[in-house]
């Protein structure tokens, strides 16, 4: 069992993916579209998507922390694992690599 079902955020990540996965669909919809789309609507499905992707990307970096010391989990995959590494290694997390929280097997 991974540090994030021990804590129950590992929905946050199904969440972020889910969000992750419609804004990028609504960009590339967006530019698939832009000779037909009206201007206003391109401009929605681009700029709404990229705007939510960043949305997504704070939210997950603010609220995926550990319980017990606050170290945020995926800022720190993010910002301190190799690019293609980060997400192997906040999925793989076993314990807080701050404070080893949960402390239980
Ligand atoms: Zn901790």
């Known amino acids: 069992m991974t540090i994030l079902s021990k804590t129950g955020q590992s929905w946050k990540i199904w969440i972020m993916f889910a969000a992750l996965l419609l804004s990028q669909a609504s960009i590339i919809y967006g530019q698939m579209n832009l000779d037909t789309l009206p201007k206003d609507f391109y401009f929605l499905f681009v700029a709404g998507g990229a705007i939510s992707t960043f949305m997504v990307f704070i939210a997950a970096c603010v609220s995926i922390k550990c319980p017990s010391c ?36």
């Open 70 to 105: 606050g170290l945020k989990w995926f800022w720190s995959a993010v910002s301190g694992q190799e690019s293609k590494k980060w997400l192997f290694w906040l999925l793989s997390l076993k314990s807080c690599p701050r404070c080893g929280e949960p402390k239980d097997g």
